[in-house]
């Protein structure tokens, strides 16, 4: 498992959330009634392979928040293998299904705006 740099777990009602970032979007989302999955949805980015006689283990990925429209990843402070771990995911998405959208969070002024933004879509639907 991979460890978020610096930061704060939080245990509300059960749900245990990985940071003080994702607890507040956690909130957010809830407030304003947008429908979401938190922690559930793992995604295959690269199956598991055999090359010659060394077998290596699929590569997945479980983002933050799961929506039909979108994905969104609080990121606060990305460690090293971020970079990779999202182009194969944005492969992934783009092969599988290229409609829904990807957003990277790092503070609460970035999920106040995606929030906004978020409700315009709606809107507009």
Known sequence: MIRVRNATKITENGIKFD????????????????PFEYNQNVYEVLPAFKYHDEKFRSITYKPDFVNENWVIECKGFPNESWPLRKKLFLWHLHNTTPHKKFYTVRNKKEIDN???????NEQTR
Do not use: F, Q
């Open 114 to 120: 995606l929030i906004t933004k978020l409700i315009k």
């Open 19 to 34: 940071s003080k970032l994702e607890h507040y979007l956690y909130h957010k989302l809830k407030e304003y009634s947008i």
